[in-house]
């Protein structure tokens, strides 16, 4: 769930089933043994490490961006087994410096990097106490990023565009393929990825950057970090908070209904607000409307467009554009008129702006020694990649082909019935780790009752990604040391489209200021980015 704050398209965290599904392919399964602490092996030397910064190269590198590396051990049991680079970059803090404020902004997959070079904007306030630090965590962008294999057809099942659910043991086939495929393009990064490896992560950079306590952003996936960092280092947390807060409970089989749900809520409001408009290309009729966008994925998806740079645009393809465009209500106007374009003229061009994909840039394989890749040579399906990848790493549940055969037709049932659009691209979602070692059930056992300093968690009523009882469930699961901001506004994470939260949150950041438990912002449509130009 990757939280653009420069109100590009997002990237959804991938999903699977509802209830339905954890009764049906939940029942029965071998649940992995819980991580249990191990003797700890010697990090010193990773701990005793300083950054050393320089000026980010790249053409579309801000001049005041500053960029560095941070070695960690590539496996925390065995750390002379080998080590990885992790890219950094930072502004520098214009203020008296406190140390710094380290931001994630999603995915999982989600490069940290590009993603602060081209918002730095909404963070320019943070640099009056902080120094603002990003990163590219293990296996995504310049950090020895994982791939499945640019323009692989096996891969790209995986994404749930293309999947054919009406052969099941044909589509487990080629999910097994592609986990096949993963494994031997990404390298051995791919055995150790995941979030609770990544929190350990945090650390080392918290200490290389010299500070006695981690002080955080993190935005939609980069809550579930933050969260994870929090139950295994209680002691360092500082100032954290946690923006669009995922689930730390529901498996991939719960969070697919949810999300399925969310998406169709979103695409309602859309719906809502294109038929007052006369561009809209449904027209004025509301309900007409919802059944024109349910039709045309279907047509789409047994007539598939032919594309001038070859392949084809099915459904599924649509509804993924779609759902990239429903994340921010800034976009609806973008998609009001790609969708004119593909109705009236089929001209697939703008809904395509909305997806993922591309050309794939040159690759030179993995780096040596776990060294930085060239931003030119970070694969182009890394984002897709790594969500996968990540997630795998953090669910523990693994149906059998027998199991998933069986229920294929009732879970399609439910999830058709959660959304009539989004239903069919969720449910082959749920498949995407089939052919994956087990996850750790570390965070659904043990990321709970944590003892730390002040957490501030804000969840919005309307975002389509997560949802905002995940806000209520996960702060009761970490206990009193969470503090909910309720943020009664629409999209994506709140901190780049509401100043209410904005404000909020820069003074606990600041100043340690933390609202009532509780307390809400309003929807007053106040945008951050429209305000502060207003100010100046």
Known sequence: MLAKLSRRPAVRRCAGAGALALALLGAGLPRAGADRPQPQPDLSRFYRQKVTW??????????????????????????????????????????????????????????GIPELASGSKEFMDLTNGYDVVTFDPRGVGRSS????????DDAAVATG??????????????????????????????????????????????????????????FSYGTRLGAVYAAQFPDKVGRLV?????????????????????????????????TTDVACPFGR??????????GLVHSLDENPLPMDFGGTFSGQDLVGAIGQALYSRDLWPALERALASLTEDGDTRGVL???????????????????????????????????MAVNCADDPDRPDADRITKDLRSLRSAYEK??????????????????????????????????SAKMLLVGTRGDPATPYRWTVETAARLGPSAVVLDNKGDGHTAYGSS??????????????????????????????????????
Not at 243 to 272: C, H, K, M, N
Not at 285 to 294: F, L, M, N, S
Request: charged letters at 25%; one cysteine or more.
């Open 353 to 387: 702006n909305f997806a993922d994909g591309g050309a794939a840039p040159p690759r030179q394989g993995q780096p040596k020694n776990g060294g930085l890749v060239d931003p030119q040579n970070v694969p182009s399906d890394n984002l897709a990649s790594a969500l």
């Open 54 to 111: 320089a000026a980010c190269k790249g053409p579309d590198m801000p001049e005041d961006l500053q960029c560095a590396k941070v070695t960690v051990p590539l496996d925390y049991a065995r750390p002379r087994a080998g080590t990885l680079d992790l890219a950094l970059a930072r502004y520098r803090a214009t203020g008296t410096p406190r140390g710094s404020v380290l931001l994630n902004f999603g995915g999982p997959g989600g490069a």
């Open 499 to 536: 100043k209410c939260v904005h404000r909020k949150v820069d003074d606990f950041l600041l100043y340690g200021t933390l609202p009532p438990s509780g307390s809400s912002c309003p929807a007053d449509g106040d945008d951050w980015s429209s305000s502060a130009n207003t100010a100046g």
């Open 285 to 294: 009729d509301r309900r007409a409307a919802g059944d024109q966008v349910t």
């Open 145 to 152: 990023p994982v791939s499945c294999g640019e323009g692989g």
């Open 242 to 274: 946690l923006d669009g807060v995922d689930t730390l409970t529901e498996p991939l089989s719960e969070q697919g209904v949810a999300g399925a749900q969310g998406e169709q809520t979103a695409l309602d409001d859309f719906l809502d607000w294109c």
């Open 418 to 451: 959660a959304s009539p659009v989004f239903g069919r691209y969720r449910l082959t979602q749920l498949l995407m780790c089939y052919g994956w070692p087990k996850g750790t059930d570390f965070i659904r056992d043990r990321v709970k009752d944590v003892h």
């Open 161 to 218: 565009a293309h999947a054919d659910l009406a052969h099941p043991r044909a589509l487990l086939t080629k999910l097994r393929k592609a986990a096949d495929d993963c494994a031997r393009h990404s390298g051995p990064v791919l055995q150790h990825i995941g979030t609770v490896n990544a929190s350990r992560d945090l650390d080392v950079i918290r200490q290389a950057l010299g500070d006695k306590k981690l002080n955080y952003l993190g």
